[in-house]
């Protein structure tokens, strides 16, 4: 939610300036709790030393050992309790073993032809509302896999967010599926929106011509040049 709020208000004409002090204000208070707590400290910066034994470290482990190719569906081992929540968080490293650099690249594609599906959608709708929706899925999904991709591949700190579409979870894929449900219905109303204004235009237009064809508008519009 906050991803979607955040995308909303960047893709929206409002100031920053409005949002600096309280964004600046929560950044030196969640600085302040993360230096209290040390596990809180080596969460957020164990990314920059990863660690063969660690959860990253076993995660980088199985993606080097895929190779080119990988292993093979169902061949790989690290996830028979070496990477830890390798069907859920840390999935990506389990396609990378089996399916190896050719796998990976294929997920990575459809993830983008995804993304340009979506801004592709967002610069034809009109409705500023439904606009603004789908921004907000779009960022929803599309953030969420980024941020998932660069935990795995010891980018950034682990968050313990799933991959869309991919892990395991009955309530994560019903709500991922129906962000792109809402969208394609959001796409469909400001399409059939826009159908009935131009209809409506164009019946407008009609009928303001015919006024003007009128014999009585004719006589008017003669005696009006002769003058």
Known sequence: LQGDWSSDVCSSD???????????????????????????????????DVKPGTQVGQSLVAIASGGAFGRGLGEGWMKMGFVAEADSDFVFASIAEEFGYCGSLLVLGLYSVLGFACYRLICRIQDPFLRFLCVGFSFLLLGQATINLLV????????????????????????????????????RT??????????????????????????????????????
């Open 190 to 227: 400001d399409q059939s929106s826009a159908t009935v204004n131009l209809d409506s235009s164009r019946s407008r237009s009609e009928e303001h011509t015919s006024e003007l064809q009128s014999p009585c508008n004719l006589v008017c519009r003669l005696l009006l040049e002769k003058k």
């Open 14 to 48: 409002l100031r920053m300036r409005h949002f600096m002090i309280p964004c600046g204000l929560g950044a030196a208070g969640f600085a302040v709790l993360a230096m209290r707590h040390d596990y809180v400290m080596h969460r957020l910066l164990g990314f920059l």
């Open 152 to 187: 795995v591949s010891g980018c950034a700190p682990a968050k313990g967010i799933d991959l869309p579409f991919v892990s395991t979870g009955g309530t994560s894929l019903f709500f991922s599926l129906a962000a792109i449900g809402l969208m394609g219905n959001a796409a």
